[in-house]
């Protein structure tokens, strides 16, 4: 066996050797920085936190009111939908929400009276018990600083052919989150239109 195969071998036993590792070790390693828990008998984490939820509340009273449909026909069409919808919400005074592009968690930093909480939305079907990939972090790139880590539910069932409602928004702290590694080979397009691995083209 080459170098090579022994390094690949063991990648794909090394998520059996680490089994599940707390995400916030995991954040810790990769980054540097810590991941506050959050601790409703400290004033500034409960006031966060209710005001978050009163802004959900408000969004979802008048969502229900204005917009108690969503069309599309996978839950993922109804989550594009839905969240730039919370984004905005979020938006607004005493928050600021960044953007922090590309895939895996997070999805945004929100910032609240000076300090910084991460914050991801993910849309899911109440009738779907799916053992799939829900969620994952790829790396500590987007992070700059020690923060709460948090992740924002939104169930939704269906309401008619390709129609979908929100059934709630259940937003979760992340610090006692226990994740698991999945080792995965990937390429680009770049890679797989490689002219050398090509056998012919029909146009």
């Known amino acids: ?15 059996t050797k680490l089994g599940e590792i707390p995400f916030s070790v995991v954040v810790k390693v990769s980054s540097g920085y810590d991941v506050l828990p959050i601790d409703m008998a400290n004033t500034e984490d409960k006031e966060l936190i209710e005001t978050i939820k009163k802004l959900l509340a408000e969004y979802m009273k008048v969502s229900l009111s204005s ?5 599309g026909k996978r839950i993922n069409d109804v989550g594009r939908q839905i969240e730039p919808q919370i984004r905005h919400e979020l938006n607004r005074a005493p928050f600021e929400v960044e953007l922090l ?12 009276k000076g300090k910084v909480t991460y914050l991801e939305m993910k849309t899911t079907s109440t009738i779907s018990q ?7 972090y790829t ?14 539910l939104i169930l939704a069932s269906p309401a008619g052919t390709d129609y979908w409602k929100i059934d709630s928004l259940t937003l979760s702290d992340l610090s006692g989150l226990s ?4 080792p995965e080979f990937n390429a680009n397009k770049t890679d797989l239109m490689n002219v050398s691995a090509r056998l012919f083209s029909v146009k």
Not at 1 to 15: N, Q
Not at 67 to 71: W, Y
Request: proline share 5%; no cysteine; net charge positive.
């Open 67 to 71: 917009h108690p449909a969503f069309k």
């Open 139 to 152: 790396g500590g790139k987007k992070l700059t600083t020690t923060a709460h880590y948090l992740l924002l």
């Open 130 to 136: 799916s053992r799939l990939r829900t969620f994952y």
């Open 101 to 112: 592009g590309k895939a895996g968690y997070p999805d945004m930093k929100l910032t609240y």
């Open 179 to 182: 994740v698991k590694l999945k």
């Open 1 to 15: 066996m080459s170098s090579k195969e022994k390094l690949v071998k063991e990648a794909f036993e090394l998520p």
